[in-house]
């Protein structure tokens, strides 16, 4: 079974004016989809085309000879990630499960802020910022590329995607605004809740 471009969790225009539909327009429908027809060209009659997605990154992870097949399966997953990890109206302090947690483990919400924004704006080119669960405290982690928390043992609760695609439309080279803005008004903490409460 092929894998498929998962629709938006909400209308194109409805993260604006964070991020613009004409951004979503490529970065969904064009980036994402690519990698989507690609990861499906890659495992074209091959066994592992039956696996589900997770399933296909992890034993790719373990074969260089596949890294194609993982960069591709990865973008996929991260992407849909990403967008889930947005909502309209989202952004500013967490509530919930989250917030008693990124008290206890990480020091506070600004300390939270302090360490997303270091860990977004330090990553050097491509890739994705994080808050993930490790050996069940949180943790604030960044990625090169496709590289993702699910093959270094982490939970993923959250991501932002750094690479320039997802910013330059909106804010060209100012990578900083555009993370400021997804903590402000993008974040969607039900999902991060979601995702420690399954953990
Ligand atoms: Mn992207």
């Known amino acids: ?7 938006l969790p909400y209308a194109p225009t409805a993260l604006e004016p964070h991020m613009s539909a004409n951004t979503f327009s490529f970065h969904h429908a064009k980036h994402h ?13 091959k066994p592992l085309a039956e696996a ?7 034993e790719a992870a373990k074969d260089p000879a596949m890294a194609g097949v993982f ?37 506070g919400y600004d300390a939270f802020v302090e360490q997303f924004k270091a ?27 496709a590289d993702l928390p699910l093959v270094h043992g982490q939970t ?3 991501t932002v995607d750094v690479w320039e695609h997802a910013y330059y439309l909106d804010y060209q080279n100012r990578r900083p605004d555009f993370v400021q ?3 402000d008004h ?14």
Request: net charge neutral; aromatic share 10%.
């Open 52 to 58: 589900d997605l997770e399933t296909v990154i992890k």
């Open 156 to 158: 993923a609760l959250l």
């Open 1 to 7: 079974m092929a894998f498929t471009l998962p629709e």
């Open 181 to 183: 803005a997804y903590l």
């Open 119 to 145: 860990a977004a704006t330090t990553q050097f080119g491509s890739g994705w910022a994080w808050l993930v669960l490790e050996n069940g405290k949180l943790k604030v982690t960044k990625t090169g590329n």
């Open 71 to 107: 960069n591709n399966a990865a973008q996929v997953w991260n992407h849909t990630f990403f967008w889930n990890s947005m909502k309209p109206g989202g952004g500013g302090k967490p509530t919930g499960a989250i917030a008693a947690k990124i008290d206890a483990d990480l020091g």
């Open 33 to 45: 989809n690519a990698y989507v027809v690609n990861l499906n060209n890659l495992l074209a009659g």
């Open 186 to 199: 993008l974040v969607n903490w039900d999902f991060a809740n979601a995702n420690l409460a399954s953990a």
